[in-house]
């Protein structure tokens, strides 16, 4: 079993930045694909940025160009620097750790608690 812990969310004004950060129990963290995705009131969860065991990075267009996913694997921690934020990038933002897509099929597929980002006008 692991466990997803994610920190560093909260209230911050427009322009502002924020660092969020996932720190992950198990033996699995190594090899898994790390993922940050978030959900608006309303809407339906969406991928943010996702990094691969060999740091491989991905970002979805919301918030590409401001924002950068890493991962330390000494801590087990993966981070998501978000900067020049905006009043719609309000959301819960949920770490995600799945198995490497190279597998063909999820085996397994971890999410933590979610931490609330919410951005002011």
């Known amino acids: 079993q692991v466990q997803l812990v994610e920190s560093g969310g909260g209230l911050v004004q427009a322009g502002g930045s924020l660092r969020l950060s996932c720190a992950a129990s198990?033996?699995?963290?190594?090899?898994?694909?790390m993922g940050w995705f978030r959900q608006a009131p309303g809407k339906q969860r969406e991928l943010v940025a996702r990094?691969?065991?060999?740091?491989?990075?991905d970002y979805a267009d919301s918030l590409k160009g401001r924002s950068t996913i890493s991962r330390d694997s000494a801590k087990n921690t993966v981070y998501l620097q978000m900067n020049t934020l905006k009043p719609e990038d309000t959301a819960v933002y949920y770490c995600n750790a799945r198995n490497p897509a190279t597998w063909g099929v999820v085996k397994y597929d971890y999410w933590g608690q979610g931490t609330q980002v919410t951005v002011s006008s």
């Open positions: 990094i691969t065991s060999d740091g491989t990075t």
């Open positions: 198990g033996t699995i963290f190594s090899i898994s694909t």
